[in-house]
C-alpha cells in the first residue's frame, strides 16, 4: 500500500463549473415551455457565472468580467495593459495571476500567446504575453450541446 497515489474524493473546484438547476433564476432563460431556444442572448456577467459563481465566488466573478469587458473593447491586451488594468482596478496580483487568468485560459474563453524576443544589445530572450478573447469556450459547449440534442432528437423519433 505504501507508494501508491490516494485518489481524490470529488472534482476539484479549480475543473469544476458552476450549473445551478436550469429553472434556476440564476440562469437567465434559454428555453420556452416547448423546449426551443429563446433568442436572447447572455450578459458577459450571465457566462462568466457558469466559471466563476456569482453566488459562491464573488470576488472572482467580478475581477473576471471587468477583465473580460476590458478584453472585449480591445483586439488583444499586452503585459502592459494587463498591468493597468491590475493597477486601476485595485485587483490583488496574486489572485488575478494565480486564480483568474489560469482559470479564464483552462475553459477557453481567453487565448495566451508569447512572442520571443532577443534584446540586441543584451541578447536577454523577452517572452512579452498577448492575451485576446478565445471561441474555444463557446465551440465546447455548442458541440456537447448539438451532440445532446442529436441524441435526443434520435431517441424520439425511435418511439
Known amino acids: 500500500m505504501a507508494g501508491e497515489k490516494k485518489i481524490p474524493r470529488g472534482i476539484p473546484s479549480s475543473e469544476s463549473l458552476y ?10 432563460p434559454f428555453q420556452d415551455s416547448n423546449e426551443s431556444l429563446t433568442r436572447n442572448l447572455w450578459k458577459m456577467e450571465d457566462v462568466v457565472n457558469v466559471i466563476f459563481s456569482k453566488k ?6 467580478e475581477i473576471a468580467v471587468k477583465f473580460l469587458d476590458s478584453l472585449a473593447a480591445k ?7 494587463i498591468g493597468k488594468f491590475v493597477s486601476e482596478n485595485k485587483v490583488s496580483k ?3 495571476y494565480n486564480r ?3 482559470r479564464l485560459r483552462r475553459v477557453g ?3 495566451v500567446e508569447r512572442e520571443t524576443i532577443v534584446a540586441v ?11 485576446s478573447l478565445s471561441k474555444t ?3 465546447c459547449f455548442y458541440k456537447i450541446g448539438d451532440s445532446w440534442i442529436a441524441i435526443v432528437d434520435e431517441a424520439r423519433t425511435k418511439k
Open 56 to 61: 459562491f465566488q464573488p470576488t472572482y466573478h
Open 137 to 139: 469556450f463557446g465551440n
Open 100 to 102: 483568474v487568468l489560469p
Open 94 to 96: 496574486a489572485t488575478f
Open 19 to 28: 450549473f445551478p438547476a436550469h429553472n434556476a433564476e440564476e440562469f437567465r
Open 109 to 111: 474563453m481567453i487565448k
Open 121 to 131: 544589445e543584451s541578447k536577454r530572450k523577452f517572452r512579452p504575453m498577448r492575451i
Open 75 to 81: 483586439p488583444h491586451m499586452d503585459g502592459a495593459d
